[in-house]
């Protein structure tokens, strides 16, 4: 592991920012001076970069893509941090994962990059958290500044955040239009200031003439248009889900509780292959199955002979989430009146899904969905929307009100919930917006009453 001594990390910060060329990676000499100490933990803990099916060449392009926009659209800056939030729902929220999208860096809490597609050649930097002195002895080795780091990220400008101010200093003055850009979410005033736009208005404020423009467009519409792999981790995902799912359909029997249930369900994700749930699963049986999310923490139920269990879960892939949603009865047989309901349910997803195509908007699915279970004489059932986005964190970053496009992965998932039946039904599939129409990347896992019920009986 590389430590350098902090007169050469200042000569570093110092150095004016060069061009972020894409091939000019391999121009910079290594440090010399190393620190000798041993180092602590497996060497690859330091090294922050992107590690799984996608390269930093595809982060790297992505981050071209949004310096053309920038470009073309008059903006001079832009940082964007890696933020994590909590959920009001409890959980972790992946959402701010915009700075994932484009770095492929995990685990860099704070750090940010910074964009400016005004200097000499288009100018990209990453700046990460200062090193503790003590860190390593918690946390295992952390790169130094140097080369090592800028392979392992596919920077070729890696700095400390204590020089973030000066370089978004200078990015906003060498821009004709001293005009900075917010790329995040608008969040309402009870919300605390995203640090992103915190430090756009520090910055500006100080640099007579500098503004702050919005746009919050860009990314969601990028994170959206899935590219192929990204289809294919959302793929890995979906069939450890269905691994998973399976083996609960097989398992289950009365007088399991539903902690069980779900724990079968969740070892089989990992030993598929996912390390992280995608989400908190919901696994609840008779009267839980109308909790729209019933979570782990109450499900010491006894589930019972004749009861519905509904199973919403997804694992992920190198972050990519599935989310699905079966039902299935605890005996392995429908009563006739949950066969009936599940029918009704089964016709709304199977009308939605049908209409997609490049063009379609979700209030138009919704609507389809909806016309369903109203016709069959249903009304205040449906208590949430017809599905979301999917991809990096299960509700993924997407326009809503703008027509569906190729490469957009969403759910499908209407759901009935007659509390006074103890019968909650929700059917959830996951579906790609082809060219010309649609993929049902979720097929294959029984759906069907008549599937579900041959299934469990040990059939296929
Ligand atoms: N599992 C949460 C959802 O379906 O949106
Ligand atoms: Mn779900
Ligand atoms: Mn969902």
């Given at each position: ?124 930097a990453?700046?990460l ?70 430090v ?68 089989a ?9 995608a ?44 989310d ?6 605890i ?110 990347l ?12 041959a ?6």
């Amino acid at each position: 592991m590389k430590r350098i001594p902090i007169a050469v990390a200042l000569l570093a910060l110092a150095a004016p920012f060069a061009s972020a060329q894409i091939d000019d990676l391999t121009v910079r000499v290594p440090h010399e001076t190393l620190d000798k100490r041993a180092p602590v933990g497996d060497e690859a803990m330091g090294a922050a970069g992107p590690r799984g099916l996608i390269t930093q060449e595809v982060y790297r392009e992505r981050r071209l893509r949004l310096l053309n926009h920038m470009r073309d659209n008059g903006f001079s800056a832009a940082v964007i941090f890696n933020e994590t939030r909590n959920s009001p729902s409890g959980g972790p929220d992946r959402s701010g994962l915009d700075f994932y999208y484009l770095t492929g860096i995990e685990h860099e809490p704070g750090a940010a990059l910074l964009l400016d597609p005004d200097a000499d050649q288009y100018l990209e930097a990453l700046f990460l958290p200062m090193l503790d002195v003590e860190d390593h002895v918690w946390h295992g080795e952390r790169s130094a500044l140097g080369r090592e780091l800028e392979l392992s990220t596919g920077f070729a400008r890696v700095r400390r955040l204590g020089s973030l101010p000066g370089a978004l200093a200078s990015a906003i003055l060498t821009g004709e239009s001293n005009k900075a850009v917010f790329l995040g979410p608008v969040v309402g005033y009870s919300s605390p200031v995203p640090n992103q736009l915190q430090v756009l208005r520090d910055a500006t404020s100080r640099i007579p003439g500098a503004s702050v423009g919005l746009d919050r467009e860009i990314l969601p519409a990028m994170r959206q248009a899935k590219d192929k792999h990204e289809v294919e981790l959302t793929r890995r995902a979906i069939a450890n889900t269905m691994a998973g799912l399976g083996e609960g359909m097989k398992l289950v029997e009365p007088g399991m509780t539903e902690f069980e249930l779900r724990t079968i369900i969740e070892m089989a994700f990992h030993e598929a292959g996912s390390r992280r749930l995608a989400f908190g699963s919901i696994v609840g049986s008779g009267p839980n199955s109308c909790v729209l999310h019933y979570r782990g923490e109450h499900d010491h139920r006894v589930m019972n002979d004749g009861e519905l269990v509904l199973c919403d879960v997804g694992a992920e892939v190198e972050n990519y989430a599935a989310d699905i949603t079966r039902t299935f009865p605890i005996s392995g047989t429908f009563t006739p009146r949950q066969r009936e309901v599940y029918n009704v349910v089964l016709r709304a997803a199977d009308e939605a899904i049908a209409a997609i195509r490049p063009g379609v908007t979700f209030a138009e699915l919704n609507d389809i969905a909806r016309g369903v279970i109203e016709e069959a004489g249903y009304t205040d059932d449906m208590k949430h929307g017809l599905g979301h986005f999917l991809g990096l964190y299960v509700h993924d970053a997407g326009n809503y009100h703008l027509p569906l496009t190729p490469g957009t992965i969403i759910t499908i998932e209407p759901g009935l919930y007659l509390s006074d039946e103890n019968i909650g039904i929700r059917i959830e599939d996951d579906v790609l917006v082809t060219e010309d129409g649609y993929e049902v990347l979720t097929r294959g896992l029984p759906r069907t009453a008549d599937e579900i019920e041959a299934f469990m009986a040990g059939g296929e």
